[in-house]
């Protein structure tokens, strides 16, 4: 048992990203254009929150290459993570978690492969970048 997550208030939704990723941050961006009941906040695994929470969640600081959601004190990582996120989102976002009837192991494989080569498919900054927020208490920093 890991015990509370550091950082977050109990029942609350994180998501854990790399913000020097072009696609994590279009995605990151999605879910605050999207996410109108502010059911997600986000913060950059690069701020010392992030890497806190990295860590708790039991991934290594040092190897960044997953999306995490922590859910209620729980972790997810990759497309159950995405699909999680999404679920709070209005119609017709969350309907793809009709994507969720491939077993979860073809879902990580697919995810994997994108993750593992989305620096040279998608482009990466050359620092964290800093986003623009709907609300004051969209990221956790």
């Known amino acids: ?24 941050i279009g995605w990151v961006n999605f879910l605050i254009r999207h996410d109108r ?9 690069q701020s010392e929150k992030g890497k806190a929470l990295f860590v708790w969640s039991g991934l290594p600081a040092d190897k960044i290459n ?10 997810f990582l990759r497309s159950e993570a995405i699909f999680r996120a999404m679920s709070g989102l209005p119609a017709p976002w969350r309907w793809m978690g009709i994507l969720r009837i491939f077993p979860q192991s073809f879902r990580d ?15 990466r900054y050359d620092a964290v970048q800093k986003l623009d927020a709907d609300h004051a208490q969209r990221f956790l920093d």
């Open 66 to 75: 997953t999306i995490v959601l922590i859910d209620k004190g729980e972790v």
């Open 37 to 45: 009941h502010r059911t997600v906040r986000m913060v950059p695994v």
């Open 109 to 123: 494989m697919c995810y994997n492969r994108i993750a593992i080569n989305r620096y040279r498919l998608f482009g």
């Open 1 to 24: 048992m890991r015990g509370n997550p550091p950082y977050i208030q109990p029942g609350e939704r994180i998501v854990i990203f790399d913000a020097t990723c072009k696609l994590c």
